[in-house]
């Protein structure tokens, strides 16, 4: 599980109050975060709003993909991709095009097209759940 600090949205006033509550990895943000209620609870305790805890589940449903880390983070955050509803907003032939542009940009190779589908696929589960 990618660490806390990890995720950009959140300004680092919230980051401090998260680790505070003791939730130092995305997972655990996904746990305490689960439902809408525990949503509100976690808001209420860090002085954040329910919006905002929407936003970093986001961010840590992306982050938490197979075969995820700070390398495809990078690519992602520059293919305008930060979060799990922006990815679950393009097609996969899109996807695989804004990767390629940014990988381009890094001077790096893209992600292999099985890699992308999977990563396509897996938004496409959790978004049904």
Not at 80 to 90: C, P, R
């Amino acid at each position: 599980m990618p660490p806390i600090e990890q995720l950009q949205r959140p300004p680092l006033v919230y980051l401090s109050k998260l680790e505070r509550q003791g939730i130092f990895t995305t997972g655990l943000l996904l746990e305490v975060s689960e439902t809408r209620t525990r949503r509100q609870v976690l808001a209420d305790q860090i002085g954040a709003t329910t919006n905002d805890v929407n936003a970093w589940r986001d961010e840590a449903l992306l982050l938490n993909l197979a075969s995820f880390g700070p390398d495809e983070q990078a690519l992602f955050t520059n293919a305008g991709i930060v979060g799990l509803s922006d990815l679950l907003a393009v097609d996969l032939d899109d996807l695989e095009a804004r990767l390629a542009r940014s990988a381009r940009a890094f001077g790096v190779d893209p992600p292999a097209r099985l890699r992308i589908e999977g990563w396509w696929e897996q938004a496409q589960t959790l978004h049904e759940e």
